[in-house]
């Protein structure tokens, strides 16, 4: 299971995605460009000690991600129909995350094989990226058994 997150621009949420991996125990892949500088102190602060402990990748755009990731890709998005929990993932599927105001361009969502929605209230548009990482690798990892003990 890994977390890639699609040209991200808010550094505090970078910083706290890298802390839920190292609490899970996940790699992050970094679809750039960054909407911030990579040792931004926000990010730095969010992630705290945590993200030194994180395998990262960062790639320059996504056309190099799909070259060295070729594993299942699962989007979260507002836009899906399928409800996060009624999705069956599997062992080796990346969560792909987009930017905080835009999501991901439609030619990064039709290279998804699946999108998924992680149901909220019809009076919000969205949760902070952070959060919905944390939701819906929690509800990955524990369907296929990979929550850590």
């Known amino acids: 299971m ?5 040209q991200p621009e808010i550094a505090g949420n970078m910083g706290a995605v890298l802390r839920l991996a190292a609490c899970y125990g996940v790699p992050v892949d970094v679809v750039e460009p960054c909407g911030f500088v990579w040792s931004d102190a926000r990010m730095r602060r969010a992630g705290m000690d945590y993200a030194a402990q994180v395998p990262v990748e960062r ?4 056309a190099t991600f799909r070259a060295v990731r070729p594993a299942r890709l699962i ?4 836009k899906a129909q399928q409800r ?4 069956a993932f599997m062992p080796g599927d ?5 930017s905080e105001s835009s999501g991901v361009p439609a030619d990064v969502a039709a290279a998804c094989d699946a999108a998924v929605r992680i149901p909220i209230s019809r009076d919000v ?3 902070n990226l952070a959060v919905a990482a944390a939701i819906a690798l929690t509800e990955a990892l524990r369907q ?3 929550l850590p003990a």
């Open 125 to 127: 548009r969205s949760l």
């Open 94 to 98: 990346t969560l792909v995350m987009g």
């Open 75 to 78: 989007l979260l998005t507002t």
């Open 144 to 146: 296929t058994g990979e």
């Open 59 to 62: 790639h320059a755009d996504w």
């Open 2 to 6: 890994r977390l890639a997150c699609y």
């Open 84 to 87: 996060l929990h009624d999705f």
